[in-house]
């Protein structure tokens, strides 16, 4: 029989679950129910269009073989139009399913089979990252500046040098927060996902590399010989700017 786990501070979240087997779906829901989360299920693309239109939803589980409009799609249609948390479940063995899912805006995957209680450990750490409560907002940090640009911690936005605001998905914001946080210091992919993901990270480093090249798309002038993040070999990442706190 599951348990359930304790509370956290994010209360009675909103979860879609879109997923095709009728059984997965049932267990899931139950246990998610039982821990807090009020559930919603769709079968398809179509279902989970519905659902949005009628509901405010606060994370997406996404299967990714899906009856019609296939998982990826859907996630790159959502990641297109909102920056709802998404959840990736893959069946898949192949590692490079797992990377175009974080590529085109999935904010973390969990492979099939899996536990429920993991399952619920990563939306709820998923939800946490997104609540804005993170220690450094609490002690009054409320922007980050480098080179120009600004992470609004507060607000969860990165703001170009011209004030423009710049598409970021939630794992992409922890993981630039938490290279501004530490500029100068040479990370390994260990420590940004201890310090992005917590216990609910999984052994799948490869993430790291997938989401700093997403960041530097974004924020480098030249993404393939970035000067802001930069590679150390054998090391991790660096992020070279100064960075000033408000």
């Known amino acids: 029989m599951l348990g359930t786990m ?16 009728r059984e997965i779906s049932a267990l899931v829901a139950r246990y998610l129910r039982a821990n807090e989360c009020r559930v919603s299920l769709a079968g398809d693309g179509v279902a989970m269009d519905r659902i949005l239109a009628d509901a405010r939803v606060d994370l997406v589980v996404l299967d990714l073989m899906l009856p019609g409009e296939d998982g990826l799609s859907l996630c790159r249609r959502l990641r297109a139009a909102s920056r709802i948390p998404i959840l990736m479940l893959t069946a898949k063995a192949e590692e490079i399913d797992r990377i175009i899912g974080l590529e085109i ?20 750490a998923i939800l946490r990252r997104g609540s804005g409560t993170e220690a450094e907002a609490e002690e009054g940090v409320r922007r980050l500046h480098f080179l120009g640009w600004t992470l609004d911690v507060s607000l969860r936005q990165l703001l170009s040098p011209e004030a423009a605001r710049i598409a970021i998905t939630g ?30 990270a999984g052994p799948f480093e490869r993430s790291i590399d997938v989401l700093i090249s997403r960041i530097r798309q974004k924020i480098e002038q030249d993404p393939r010989n970035p000067e802001i993040i930069r590679t150390i070999r054998s090391g991790g990442y660096l992020f070279t700017p100064e960075v000033s706190r408000a």
């Not at 999935?106 to 709820?124: C, M, Q, T, V």
């Not at 993981?175 to 310090?195: E, I, N, T, Y």
């Open 6 to 21: 304790p509370q956290t501070s994010t209360t009675h979240p909103h979860i879609l679950l879109v997923e095709d087997d």
């Open 105 to 124: 805006g999935a904010d973390d995957y969990l492979g099939k089979p899996f536990n429920p209680r993991e399952l619920l450990a990563r939306i709820r």
């Open 171 to 200: 794992a992409e914001f922890d993981l630039l927060h938490a290279l501004c946080l530490r500029p100068g210091r040479v990370l390994s992919r260990d420590q940004l996902l201890d310090l992005t993901q917590g216990r609910a």
